[in-house]
């Protein structure tokens, strides 16, 4: 509450002062345009036209937005409106005099065209200049403070503009600790300038010789840090990056959480911002309006991609959040990390198992959500070859648990993870996921013939760089470890995602189908358009070259066999989903394909009592039944085992 008063005398002030300047540029201009008896002249009828132009004035620079910005960041924007409002001004002077005063009150231009051009000037230096100051007063502030405070001079990388948006955030004391010493380009006709007074000290290509220039002149840097365009492809991150590793200096990417969640941060580099396409951009602001003041329940919310998703629902300002995870560690540790960033949003958590229907119910139905994201699951393919009646309680029944008690929380929207495995499935991963989705889709169905506003749909992953179990961590400690690199086949090949485009995909889901209507395509399941499958192969090599080292001759890449339930390479949409459209960059969709809820009640009968049983066979059968490719699929040759240690992870990450 003292913050809002505050503010709001802050903006009287600021109101009061652009009304004093209008009526002070009025009495200026006539000082300069007048002496004498006209000036006595001019003053004199003033009174009585003055206070109403003033609060003219006021409205009109209200309605161009003078008061919606701070003068601390007066910009290009602000100066173009105040010239609008002072233009306006002076037409309206113009026709007041030369319309009404001259012909019918006056008797002769009370203004006149000098006068009125002079006032065009005088006010807009009057509004415009004290801003511009102020804004400078505080940068030469926020400079010397940040020199003062800062200890370790930074190297930045990257083009003009993302450079100079880095210097302001180091200068205004957002980056702390940090200041700019130097910078590279990705373009030669960089050189030879500065930005903001920081000079383009070379090439990206060049960077271990300039760095070894400054550390000769007793000025090494401590820290580089790299902008989106000295990561992008033209950039050839992979070269100045292995010349860095002689450097051995920190090195840091831009971060702003979620590119509309909060200030420009910095994140280490890691190996996968460089490994595929560039990212794709969601669009934040939907995503923002959508969430804002939502009540969100995340399932596995502990989970490398769940505990994202709870911080990224947090920074898009859900009202409240309740993580439910059945691992304690995990939710210790996620829920101290979103009470760490201070966030707005109410959090909570609960010990909680999806399997356990009698727990899951009434958790839903006291918290009473608005969103539900179902992102616990298990999702190992060799673990679940192995242990299939597990993968059937969580991915089947754990699902099944969690849509009924979304349901009976009267939640809006539902919104399941699944896999791009679940397609013409081969593993008991990808059947246990497809058959949840029929789940969702044939209650979803239902809903929708009756008009009701829930909505049930899945996103598909590929396989998410960073998350736990990903091929990515593997072989990265490989390298660590001096290799050799574990490749279960030369020819297998994935979709990748990055743990952010994963996120931003469940939550684009969520608001897409809240939004859809009568007019729009009903969407079942969205998918990221990840671009062209990689070459698990290519990508060992290229995180090899990446970490400065040659493959097949500083490290080795052993080829292991594939394993049961894996196969080369994965697809995004079955031959026979009917594809949606979505209007939304970088999303495709598929509309729904299921079997009646009646039926489907038969075939969980049939897999409770084939996990009793403890009969593999007759679960697979009802998986069959369900998903007729899943009959289709070809288990591979055994392979002759291998060392525990060389154990591949090529495609255990949905």
């Known amino acids: 509450m003292a913050l809002i008063i505050k503010q709001n005398i802050k903006k009287l002030a600021v109101i009061v002062h652009d009304l004093l300047v209008t009526a002070l540029a009025i009495v200026s201009v006539f000082v300069v345009r007048f002496e004498g008896p006209q000036l006595n002249e001019h003053l004199r009828y003033l009174p009585s036209f003055l206070p109403f132009f003033v609060v003219y004035a006021g409205a009109v620079y209200w309605f161009f937005s003078l008061y919606r910005s701070k003068w601390r960041f007066a910009s290009l924007p602000?100066?173009?409106?105040?010239?609008?409002?002072?233009?306006?001004?002076?037409?309206?002077?113009?026709?007041?005099?030369?319309?009404?005063?001259?012909?019918?009150?006056?008797?002769?231009?009370?203004?006149?065209?000098?006068?009125?051009?002079?006032?065009?000037?005088?006010?807009?230096?009057?509004?415009?200049?004290?801003?511009?100051?102020?804004?400078?007063?505080?940068?030469?502030?926020?400079?010397?403070?940040?020199?003062?405070?800062?200890?370790?001079?930074?190297?930045?990388?990257?083009?003009?503009?993302?450079?100079?948006?880095?210097?302001?955030?180091?200068?205004?004391?957002?980056?702390?600790?940090?200041?700019?010493?130097?910078?590279?380009?990705?373009?030669?006709?960089?050189?030879?300038?500065?930005?903001?007074?920081?000079?383009?000290?070379?090439?990206?290509?060049?960077?271990?010789?300039?760095?070894?220039?400054?550390?000769?002149?007793?000025?090494?840097?401590?820290?580089?840090?790299?902008?989106?365009?000295?990561?992008?492809?033209?950039?050839?991150?992979?070269?100045?990056?292995?010349?860095?590793?002689?450097?051995?200096?920190?090195?840091?990417?831009?971060?702003?959480?979620?590119?509309?969640?909060?200030?420009?941060?910095?994140?280490?580099?890691?190996?996968?911002?460089?490994?595929?396409?560039?990212?794709?951009?969601?669009?934040?602001?939907?995503?923002?309006?959508?969430?804002?003041?939502?009540?969100?329940?995340?399932?596995?919310?502990?989970?490398?991609?769940?505990?994202?998703?709870?911080?990224?629902?947090?920074?898009?300002?859900?009202?409240?959040?309740?993580?439910?995870?059945?691992?304690?560690?995990?939710?210790?540790?996620?829920?101290?990390?979103?009470?760490?960033?201070?966030?707005?949003?109410?959090?909570?958590?609960?010990?909680?198992?999806?399997?356990?229907?009698?727990?899951?119910?009434?958790?839903?139905?006291?918290?009473?959500?608005?969103?539900?994201?179902?992102?616990?699951?298990?999702?190992?393919?060799?673990?679940l070859e192995a242990d299939w009646a597990e993968g059937i309680k969580t991915n089947v029944f754990g699902s099944m648990h969690v849509i009924d008690a979304a349901i009976a929380a009267d939640a809006k929207i539902f919104v399941m993870i699944s896999t791009d495995k679940a397609i013409e499935p081969v593993s008991m991963l990808g059947a246990t996921k497809r058959f949840a989705e029929m789940y969702a889709q044939s209650r979803d169905a239902e809903f929708v013939a009756a008009a009701s506003g829930m909505r049930l749909v899945a996103v598909r992953f590929g396989n998410v760089l960073g998350s736990v179990g990903s091929v990515v961590p593997k072989f990265k400690a490989q390298i660590k470890r001096g290799g050799p690199l574990t490749v279960t086949s030369p020819e297998m090949i994935r979709y990748f995602m990055t743990i952010r485009e994963a996120c931003d995909l469940v939550l684009t889901a969520a608001s897409h189908a809240r939004a859809a209507g009568p007019e729009t395509e009903r969407a079942a399941v969205y998918v990221l358009k990840m671009g062209q499958p990689v070459r698990i192969m290519d990508l060992a090599e290229r995180m090899i070259r990446l970490a400065g080292y040659e493959p097949g001759v500083d490290i080795e890449i052993a080829i292991t066999g594939a394993r049961p339930g894996e196969r080369l390479n994965e697809i995004l949409f079955a031959h026979d989903e009917p594809m949606a459209e979505t209007g939304l960059d970088g999303v495709m969709a598929a509309k729904p394909s299921f079997a009646g809820r009646a039926r489907m009640q038969g075939w969980f009968s049939r897999l409770e009592a084939a996990i009793k049983a403890e009969d593999r066979l007759a679960a697979e059968a009802v998986l069959e039944e369900a998903i007729p490719d899943f009959k289709l699929r070809q288990q591979p040759q055994p392979v002759a085992p291998v060392p525990e240690a060389l154990l591949p992870v090529a495609a255990n990450q949905p």
């Open 78 to 383: 602000d100066l173009s409106n105040i010239v609008k409002a002072v233009s306006v001004l002076s037409l309206s002077l113009l026709v007041i005099d030369y319309i009404l005063l001259s012909p019918s009150l006056y008797g002769a231009f009370y203004f006149g065209k000098i006068t009125i051009a002079l006032y065009w000037l005088v006010q807009n230096a009057l509004l415009g200049g004290p801003r511009l100051a102020y804004r400078y007063f505080k940068y030469s502030r926020s400079k010397q403070h940040a020199v003062r405070d800062a200890a370790l001079p930074a190297l930045l990388l990257g083009r003009g503009v993302e450079v100079e948006m880095v210097i302001r955030a180091m200068e205004a004391g957002t980056m702390r600790k940090l200041k700019p010493a130097g910078i590279l380009s990705p373009r030669a006709d960089d050189l030879g300038q500065s930005i903001r007074g920081v000079p383009v000290l070379g090439l990206l290509s060049q960077i271990e010789t300039v760095a070894g220039d400054a550390a000769e002149r007793g000025e090494p840097f401590r820290r580089i840090v790299a902008t989106s365009s000295a990561l992008a492809p033209e950039a050839e991150p992979d070269k100045w990056l292995a010349r860095t590793r002689r450097l051995a200096l920190p090195i840091s990417r831009l971060d702003s959480f979620g590119e509309g969640g909060g200030e420009t941060e910095l994140a280490p580099l890691e190996i996968e911002d460089l490994l595929v396409r560039p990212s794709v951009r969601i669009e934040h602001d939907r995503l923002g309006s959508f969430l804002k003041g939502k009540r969100v329940i995340v399932t596995g919310g502990g989970g490398s991609i769940g505990s994202e998703i709870c911080l990224r629902c947090a920074t898009f300002g859900a009202s409240e959040l309740l993580v439910v995870e059945s691992s304690e560690p995990a939710l210790f540790q996620i829920t101290e990390e979103l009470a760490a960033h201070r966030l707005e949003t109410k959090i909570s958590g609960a010990l909680a198992d999806v399997r356990d229907r009698a727990r899951i119910t009434p958790l839903f139905t006291a918290f009473a959500p608005d969103i539900v994201i179902h992102a616990a699951a298990l999702k190992h393919v060799p673990y």
